[in-house]
């Protein structure tokens, strides 16, 4: 509940994500940074995306075999074969890294609970990397509520 006295605040900032290939990249701390630079206590936290080869993920950030596992799963699902897709301009890799992106996520909400990440004890929020090369990802962070 918001209380009669509370400020209202909304802070933004845009992380740069260098990648290393096709992989999981766990962030939570920067967001968290973003999060205390906002000085909010109460609210939600919105992760974006801004690429359509990469995608957000929650998932569990413990045991590495769970990400391994998804990554096995994506690769058997959407196979990086020259001639099941018509889209090839940038790479083998490309049309594929599209469809991973698309049954994924391209944001995530967060709430914000005593000025921290509302996550689970087991939870992390991934940026996942469908390209074989590098990138420098940017995801937009947007947080707003309570201060």
């Known amino acids: 509940m918001i209380s009669s ?20 990249h766990n962030f939570n701390s920067k967001i968290q940074a973003v999060v205390q630079h906002s000085g909010v206590k109460t609210g939600l936290c919105t992760v974006f995306v801004r690429h359509t080869s990469a995608s957000l993920i929650i998932q569990e950030n413990a045991d590495p075999d769970v990400l391994t596992d998804l990554a096995i799963f994506f690769a058997q699902l959407v196979p990086e074969d020259g001639r099941r897709y018509r889209h090839s301009t940038e790479g083998l890799d490309d049309m594929p890294a599209h469809i991973r992106s698309a049954l994924t996520k391209t944001s995530e909400h ?25 990138h420098q990802r940017e995801v937009i962070v947007h947080v707003s509520g309570e201060v």
Do not use: D, M, Y
């Not at 509370?6 to 999981?24: D, M, N, W, Y």
């Not at 921290?116 to 929020?125: D, P, S």
């Open 110 to 134: 967060i709430p914000i609970v005593n000025g921290r990440l509302g996550l689970g004890t087991w939870q992390g929020v991934f940026l996942w990397e469908h390209r074989q090369r590098p």
């Open 5 to 24: 006295a509370a400020t209202f605040r909304q802070h933004q900032e845009i992380l740069v994500i260098a990648t290393q290939g096709k992989s999981l």
